[in-house]
């Protein structure tokens, strides 16, 4: 699996994990703060990725070093990647985090129309997108003629197409599968 995605993926669940638990600022930070012990002691870290270890052994070691000062979810989230054999992906993981926390959570999002929209029309389009997907977006808009009505928005990799070609599309698509009965 590409080392991006895992990244993502595992950054993804542990903010939301912290939103729920300790907080997403004191687990990013947290975060943070283990990513320096393991780039300012790399033995404490190779010996974390150690194949021939028992993982009891370095759940023991895990607990000394990080248990004090750190939040639960941190912790929890470590004995997680170890268990997963996740731990060597722990910077990357790291780093995703910290940008992401950084930038806002904002993300960008593509809105295609087919005719110019009016600023309070995309505004509320871009807050209805915001809410619900949690999120805050940085929306970019595109003029598409062949779209012929409605909109279609790429938020990562979530499409909404309210379009009405794509409605066209799909009314075609059942009239094709529907049994015509001729009447006798």
């Known amino acids: 699996m590409d080392r991006d995605i895992l990244a993502k993926r595992y950054g993804d669940a542990f903010l939301a994990f912290t939103k729920e638990g300790c907080g997403i600022e004191k687990g990013v930070q ?3 703060d283990v990513n320096r012990i393991f780039r300012d002691n790399p033995d404490f ?3 974390l990725v150690t194949p021939g270890i028992n993982d009891l052994e370095k759940i023991e070691i ?3 070093v990080i248990r004090n000062g750190f939040s639960d979810e941190v912790h929890f989230f470590l004995k997680l990647l170890l268990a997963k054999g996740r ?3 722990f910077s990357d993981i790291a ?3 910290r940008i992401v926390y950084s930038h806002g959570k904002e993300i960008d999002a593509l809105l295609k129309v087919s005719y110019p929209l009016d600023t309070e029309t995309i505004r509320r389009i871009k807050e209805l997108i915001e809410k619900k997907l949690n999120k805050k977006i940085h929306l970019y808009i595109e ?3 062949e779209l012929l009505g409605g ?3 790429k938020v990562e990799n979530i499409l909404i197409d309210g379009s009405v070609r794509r409605r066209l599309e799909d009314m075609k698509a059942k009239l094709l599968a529907a049994k015509v009965v001729y009447g006798t």
């Open 30 to 32: 947290d975060l943070h």
């Open 45 to 47: 870290e190779n010996f």
């Open 62 to 64: 895990l607990d000394r």
């Open 87 to 89: 731990l060597d992906k």
């Open 95 to 97: 780093e995703y985090v």
């Open 143 to 145: 003029l598409d003629s």
């Open 151 to 153: 909109i279609y928005a």
